[in-house]
């Protein structure tokens, strides 16, 4: 099996890996275009127990995955049982996720902007969800105005986060009538969110 992750940024290359990996898939390949992917894989390979053998093709890398011998072995005895992400019934855990701000990070806002994108990305495909993400502050952009988070949120959504996004901070940036995802709240509601979380990640 060939995956083409070109043109692909990180870390969709790793995600598409993993997802083979944790379907027990033994041996696949993955194409990418820039070996700083090269290098995440073979860091993923690793963590996974599996073998990688790296090919150039031009301006074009071949990452090929081969399960080691253990790692064969348990996918042989776990055959039974297989189930890949997809068919994984979808549950959140007891945490929070705090956004207060648009961007990942305080460097480079251009670079902070494709950052947030790859996390809710990588976030929305995988299986440790928080059990609420919550808008604050110039944060509410992102479920406003961000396209590509936008579609990252509602799938979040659909798998169980709920959304709440601050009404005074939607007011203060005229953003509450362009409201695409999550619902309307308040400080004394997200406050709520925060107590009773057992923990609160703040990007």
């Known amino acids: 099996m060939t995956i083409d992750a070109r043109g692909k940024n990180c870390p969709i290359p790793v995600i598409?890996?993993?997802?083979?990996?944790?379907?027990?898939?033994l041996v696949f390949t993955i194409l990418v275009d820039n070996a700083i992917a090269v290098e995440n894989l073979k860091k993923l390979a690793k963590n996974k127990d599996f073998q990688t053998?790296?090919?150039e093709l031009g301006s074009?890398?071949?990452?090929?995955?081969?399960?080691?011998?253990?790692?064969n072995q348990a996918a042989i005895e776990d055959s039974p049982?297989?189930?890949?992400?997809s068919e994984r019934p979808d549950s959140t855990e007891n945490w929070a996720l705090f956004?207060?701000?648009?961007?990942?990070?305080?460097?480079?806002?251009?670079?902070g902007d494709s950052l947030i994108k790859m996390y809710f990305y990588t976030l929305s495909q995988?299986?440790?969800l928080p059990k609420a993400i919550l808008f604050m502050n110039s944060g509410v952009k992102l479920p406003t105005t961000n396209i590509q988070v936008i579609e990252h949120l509602k799938v979040l959504s659909e798998r169980g986060c709920e959304i709440l996004v601050c009404g005074a901070c939607l007011?203060?940036?005229?953003?509450?009538?362009?409201l695409q995802v999550g619902s309307v709240s308040n400080m004394y509601v997200i406050t709520e969110k925060i107590n009773a979380a057992a923990k609160v990640v703040t990007l």
């Open 99 to 111: 956004m207060g701000k648009d961007v990942l990070g305080e460097g480079d806002p251009i670079l």
């Open 171 to 178: 007011d203060f940036y005229k953003l509450t009538e362009q």
């Open 60 to 71: 074009d890398y071949s990452v090929a995955f081969a399960a080691n011998n253990n790692s």
């Open 53 to 55: 053998e790296v090919s």
């Open 16 to 25: 598409l890996a993993n997802k083979e990996i944790e379907k027990k898939v």
């Open 126 to 128: 995988g299986n440790h």
């Open 81 to 85: 049982v297989i189930e890949s992400v």
